[in-house]
């Protein structure tokens, strides 16, 4: 039986694997030992999995697959990120950072290969989608970047968002279900309080998470705060326009009682003028945000985008700040290694 045939064992339930290994005629206990391997241990494959028995760790590797991520490349920026270029089983290859600051060590992580959203400013938009990351291939990232943050800076993880390539909504189950395995007392053991999912803005999906009750915090990637600005530079907006957002995030914290974050990366002649600053506003106090995260611009090849003047971006802070919306201004990190928001786009 190829790889492709079997089935990957990190997609089974410790419940299922109880009434597998009963089945074959082991110990219960040995359906523990198996999924403690793969979550907590974090086997690369089954032979890492020592207290076994040498002819178990044979069947299991006839049985089943275990298709962990591996890492193709690694880039290390003069700011202390960590770049990982990961690849699949299928050959496929995936960005993910680490971003580290004196309070927090953060893992930016990918949902999909590639994505399908063409947002102009995003150099991932650039690129073809190819498949969506399963739930553990999500997993993974979050395991290898928190074992890179012990040792480069002896600290666990404190924050991980979904960041990176892709769009997290667009890839729903295995998104939801890498969170409940990150945050699972059998997994990672991080906080969901911890973990912000961000969206380019699908209006029916932010209703679902409301629905299903998520307890992450949900980021908005806005950008501009006008339906003609916006679909000038994320066609997502064509059919999610600002009013279906406005309405999904609303009827989100009625359900959830859980702000949003707005995120908003400032352009040259383009959404950084006193206007565009009144629009945000306006937006802001219809939509139950906390914050608003102004981002510096990182520069792409293949975008006409540039970064305004540090004078445009104080004044745009200011009239900001004068009308009492809480912002914040993010410098990028790892620029010099193509890391920064925006950037990702498997150039290694």
């Not at 523990?32 to 793969?38: D, G, L």
Request: proline share 2%; with cysteine.
């Amino acid at each position: 039986m190829n790889q492709l045939e079997k089935k990957n064992i990190r997609h089974f339930t410790l419940a299922a694997l109880e009434d597998y290994f009963l089945e074959i005629g082991e110990k219960k206990f040995r359906a523990k030992q198996v999924h403690e391997w793969i979550w907590q241990k974090y086997a690369r494959s089954f032979d890492d999995m020592s207290n076994l028995g040498k002819e178990l760790r044979a069947h299991l590797a006839q049985s089943f697959s275990l298709p962990a991520l591996s890492i193709d490349a690694v880039q290390n920026s003069i700011d202390g990120t960590i770049k990982s270029r990961f690849r699949t089983f299928d050959q496929h290859l995936v960005e993910g950072v680490l971003i580290p600051t004196e309070e927090r060590k953060t893992a930016c992580v990918s949902s999909q290969i590639g994505c399908s959203l063409t947002c102009k400013f995003c150099a991932t938009g650039y690129m073809e989608r190819k498949r969506n990351l399963t739930f553990d291939e999500i997993y993974d990232q979050v395991a290898i970047i928190n074992k890179q943050s012990l040792d480069t800076y002896q600290q666990k993880l404190t924050n991980i968002v979904f960041m990176g390539m892709g769009e997290p909504l667009l890839n729903y189950a295995n998104m939801m279900k890498a969170v409940e395995r990150i945050s699972a007392e059998d997994g990672l053991g991080m906080s969901p309080k911890r973990i912000t999912v961000s969206t380019a803005g699908v209006a029916k999906m932010i209703t679902k998470l409301a629905d299903d009750g998520a307890k992450f915090k949900l980021a908005l990637s806005l950008h501009a705060a006008n339906d003609k600005k916006r679909n000038e530079i994320m066609p997502i907006n064509e059919t999610n326009n600002i009013e279906a957002l406005t309405d999904a995030l609303n009827y989100y914290y009625k359900k959830t009682k859980q702000h949003v974050t707005f995120e908003y990366i400032l352009f040259q002649n383009f959404n950084e003028s006193i206007k565009d600053a009144e629009e945000l506003v306006k937006l802001y106090r219809r939509v139950p945000a906390d914050l608003v995260n102004i981002i510096e611009y990182n520069p792409i090849d293949m975008s006409k985008f540039a970064k305004p003047s540090e004078e445009k971006v104080d004044e745009f802070m200011h009239y900001l700040e004068k009308n009492k919306v809480n912002a914040r201004l993010r410098r990028s990190r790892g620029k010099d290694i193509d890391a920064a928001c925006g950037q990702l786009a498997n150039k290694g």
